[in-house]
């Protein structure tokens, strides 16, 4: 079992930044490819951004591209979201998931089912 917490999320105005952080637990960080993923209401969830379990490739969707940037510290057990220029769209509860990495790969279209372990989200809140 992986146990994942997000934290970071809160209320920001438009053009500004979060940056979300999520912790893991249990069983080893480096084992596992990790996503961001969001809900918006109303809306289905959709993919975000993912990282490899080395954290040496990244793949993003198109709406983030230039504005996200995802990262992790393995040391730290750690997946990070950079989120800059936000907008009001950019309203969601945002999750983090845990893929196993093997057998091995492409994270490049990692889907919303594709994912092993999920946290609880956090909410991220866009203000005009």
């Known amino acids: 079992q992986v146990q994942l917490v997000e934290s970071g999320g809160g209320l920001v105005q438009a053009g500004g930044s979060k940056r979300l952080s999520c912790a893991a637990s249990?069983?080893?960080?480096?084992?596992?490819?990790m996503g961001w993923l969001r809900q918006a209401p109303g809306k289905d969830r959709e993919f975000v951004a993912v990282?490899?379990?080395?954290?040496?490739?990244?793949y993003y969707a198109d709406f983030v591209k230039g504005r996200f940037t995802i990262s992790r510290d393995n040391a730290k057990n750690t997946v990070y979201l950079q989120m800059n220029s936000l907008t009001p769209e950019d309203t969601a509860v945002y999750y983090c998931?845990?893929?196993?990495?093997?057998?091995?790969?492409?994270?490049?279209?990692?889907?919303?089912?594709?994912?092993?372990?999920w946290g609880p989200g956090t909410q991220v809140t866009v203000s005009p």
């Open positions: 998931a845990a893929k196993f990495r093997f057998p091995p790969s492409t994270i490049v279209g990692l889907g919303t089912t594709s994912y092993d372990y």
């Open positions: 249990g069983r080893t960080f480096s084992m596992y490819h």
């Open positions: 990282i490899n379990w080395s954290g040496d490739s990244t």
